[in-house]
């Protein structure tokens, strides 16, 4: 897929080190979590959204609404566990991606 | 001595303002619509330290950006360095002319400068300054002789021009101080030659 | 016609600076180029500019805030000097990659060690390849003017700009300038309008490329440099439509016949106008050709002139170890490669350190010239002047 993006000539490359986003391959509007092998999942009964996995998530993949966790989002999240092993409350279990 | 230039080195010790007379004399002679340069000649930045400035002035604009070779005039604002450095060096022994901060004769001086024949000229530029600012900065008294022995300028022009860049920085006292420093340098210098 | 200051050049520069009246100056100062940022902070202080002055800890600070600052849209400005933009030298590179239109003044001064305060251009010339606009000023009138001028040909360029002069003997001299009302300057420059900025959510700064594009990036990068040189003449004449003093990339002193003609760049270039003027009233045909916009090289402007000597003279106040001769003998020679029919050339290494280069030095280089002229070139292509031999 990124090939396809590439510009055909040097001429169309940018003025700078700065490119929009929707432009490249690893941007917000693709998926960038292809190589997970276990996903988190939370379980909403036991959370406190206390936003600890909010905090700590390296790719922005905790999803909040109204100062609430929600759930995540699986396009961006790479299935590191980093929230489910800093939940206070043992609320999220990586569960295996393929089962 | 570069053709249509006028040129004049400074020689003093830092602290004595041997810098700001140099840009005093510039400045004034811009203000009658010559063409200047003023500089120092920088070495190890200390009090008491051996320097030099210099002035050139010009009726056309000055491209020489070159050090000043042949000096038209010499200004020795503290005596102790005739003797240590060569306060002659490239000036034209018939034509140039020194003027020392000495309360003794210039002919004192003639002794101490063999060879040369030039206009020298003295003025107590250290005792002016204690009696008019109350602290031995030599460097205005010495402007005013500079003013009476070439006539390079009139001297209320330098009166206005120390007026208006001293009042920037010092006391009302202290700048009228330093007008009557310029003044008494003005009359008091005595010219051999 | 405009009000005439005298004012030490390195003042004269904080005055342009303030008339520019940037958005952010971060700055950390090194002679001689320390009274550009002291006098700057004093109008900062007096509440006469709106800038955000940021003092930092380094040089390195200085510029990696200036580009922070940048790439969020503002206009911005700092001063240095030797070794001060040698440590720079690390973000420089990326500042022109990522096109910041910063503008730096440079009081050009050797490079220690030994330590040595004094003018020549080894640090501009060690940055050449950074990918800046540098250009030199012969005087203090072209200095305030080079300044002025930095910030429409770098924000047109899309590039950070260099104006530099030389330490010492321009930086610490007073000389009488001309200069424009604050309100003129505004009106030249115009408002700052920001190509891109950090604050666009969409926009990814600081991309990584590697080797499937790291190379169109350079490509690009380099097309848009030589555009430069189209837009200094631009700017060039859009000021001196202002204000009568008209620029261009390189300047002519008598070379329109001359059979010898000297290159020379900085306050050198002011002392040869005046040999040249002597040496003519002699009736030797020598002229000068002085290099104001030092990188990037105006490879063409540079061949019209010299096509028509018959003995060139370069003059270089830098060294490069090892190299083919100074920077500016080395860009010129290749640049030259391309006559069928070339001019003697002979390079010339002097004043580093701010030896003194008087106007005796010149006219025996000027000599040099006209005897190769009439015999057959140089016995030695290369030479030291004002140096112990």
Same mark, same amino acid.
């Given at each position: 897929m990124a090939k396809d993006l590439m510009p055909k000539s040097w001429k169309e490359f940018p003025d700078g080190i700065h490119v929009e986003v929707k432009d490249q391959p690893q941007g917000f509007d693709y998926i960038t979590a292809g190589w997970r092998t276990f996903r988190p999942e939370v379980n909403l009964d036991k959370c406190?959204?206390?936003m600890i996995c909010w905090l700590v998530c390296p790719d922005n993949a905790v999803v909040v609404e109204d100062g609430k966790? &929600?759930?995540?989002?699986?396009?961006?999240?790479?299935?590191?566990g980093v929230c489910a092993n800093e939940c206070p409350v043992k609320a999220i279990e990586m569960v295996p991606e393929v089962k | 001595m570069i053709e249509n230039i006028l040129e004049i080195r400074w020689h003093g010790r830092a602290g004595q303002g041997v810098k700001t007379a140099s840009y005093l004399l510039a400045e004034a002679a811009m203000d009658l619509g010559k063409y200047i340069q003023a500089f120092p000649e920088y070495g190890?930045?200390?009090?008491g330290a051996p320097m030099a400035a210099y002035t050139r002035i010009s009726d056309e604009k000055i491209l020489i950006h070159s050090g000043v070779e042949n000096p038209d005039i010499i200004v020795v604002i503290?005596? &102790?360095l005739v003797g240590t450095i060569d306060i002659l060096k490239g000036v034209d022994l018939e034509k140039g002319i020194v003027i020392i901060n000495s309360a003794m004769e210039p002919a004192v001086f003639r002794e101490k400068l063999p060879g040369f024949k030039g206009k020298l000229a003295t003025v107590d530029a250290t005792g002016i300054a204690l009696d008019t600012i109350g602290r031995p900065i030599p460097n205005v008294p010495m402007l005013g002789a500079l003013i009476k022995v070439t006539n390079l300028l009139p001297l209320e022009s330098v009166e206005e021009k120390l007026k208006h860049k001293f009042s920037e920085k010092f006391t009302e006292k202290i700048v009228e101080g330093n007008l009557k420093a310029l003044e008494r340098g003005y009359q008091e210098v005595r010219i051999d030659g | 016609m405009g009000k005439k200051i005298a004012m030490e050049t390195n003042q004269l520069a904080a005055f342009a600076m303030a008339q520019i009246d940037p958005d952010v100056v971060a700055a950390y100062p090194i002679t001689p180029s320390t009274e550009v940022v002291q006098e700057f902070s004093k109008y900062v202080a007096n509440g006469e500019v709106t800038t955000e002055f940021v003092p930092v800890e380094s040089e390195h600070s200085a510029i990696s805030a200036c580009l922070g600052a940048a790439t969020a849209g503002a206009r911005v400005m700092t001063a240095t000097a030797s070794q001060g933009l040698a440590l720079m030298n690390e973000i420089l590179h990326i500042a022109s990659s990522a096109r910041a239109p910063i503008s730096v003044v440079v009081a050009s001064r050797a490079l220690s060690g030994p330590i040595n305060i004094h003018g020549d251009h080894m640090d501009i010339s060690s940055i050449r390849d950074a990918g800046w606009i540098i250009m030199v000023a012969e005087d203090a009138q072209e200095a305030y003017d080079n300044i002025i001028q930095s910030i429409p040909i770098a924000e047109r360029a899309k590039f950070p700009i260099i104006t530099s002069y030389d330490g010492f003997i321009t930086s610490h001299a007073v000389e009488v300038a001309e200069v424009l009302e604050k309100e003129e300057v505004q009106k030249f420059i115009g408002p700052k309008k920001p190509d891109y900025s950090v604050f666009d959510e969409k926009l990814t700064i600081g991309v990584l490329a590697l080797q499937d594009s790291y190379i169109e990036f350079k490509r690009k990068q380099a097309a848009d440099y030589d555009k430069v040189i189209d837009i200094v003449k631009e700017v060039g004449k859009e000021y001196g439509d202002l204000t009568g003093r008209y620029y261009d990339t390189v300047e002519k002193y008598m &070379?329109?016949?001359?059979e010898v003609i000297m290159v020379a760049m900085g306050s050198t270039a002011g002392t040869a106008k005046v040999v040249v003027d002597q040496m003519r009233a002699e009736g030797h045909k020598v002229g000068l050709l002085k290099i104001r916009l030092f990188r990037p090289v105006p490879k063409d402007d540079i061949i019209g002139v010299l096509r028509t000597a018959d003995a060139v003279m370069i003059m270089d106040r830098a060294y490069t170890y090892g190299g083919v001769g100074g920077p500016l003998f080395e860009e010129i020679s290749a640049a030259m490669n391309d006559l069928p029919c070339r001019p003697y050339m002979a390079n010339y290494i002097y004043g580093l350190g701010g030896r003194d280069i008087k106007p005796s030095h010149i006219r025996q280089v000027f000599e040099d010239g006209l005897k190769a002229v009439k015999g057959c070139g140089f016995d030695q292509q290369i030479k030291w002047i004002t140096v112990r031999e």
């Open positions: 406190v959204h206390c966790m &929600t759930g995540f989002f699986y396009d961006h999240c790479k299935g590191c | 190890p930045e200390r009090m503290d005596p &102790t | &070379t329109d016949d001359a």
